[in-house]
């Protein structure tokens, strides 16, 4: 599950997330890892898109 951070600021709206390959590296899976990367980018991708 990935945790979306939303909230007004001055009339702007923010919004954060954790990054899924920060949480993965606790897993000593290489392909996990770069799963987590592809997610993370393509996520960041929909977060600029929705400015």
């Known amino acids: 599950m990935i945790l ?3 909230y007004d ?3 702007n709206t923010k919004i954060g ?4 390959s ?3 590296q ?3 899976d290489d392909e996990l890892k770069e799963f ?8 960041i991708v929909c ?4 400015k």
């Open 4 to 6: 979306r951070k939303r």
């Open 9 to 11: 600021d001055e009339g």
């Open 17 to 20: 997330m954790p990054k899924p």
């Open 22 to 24: 920060a949480l993965i």
């Open 26 to 28: 606790m897993v000593e």
């Open 36 to 43: 987590a990367k592809n997610i993370e980018d393509r996520l």
């Open 47 to 50: 977060i600029d898109k929705s």
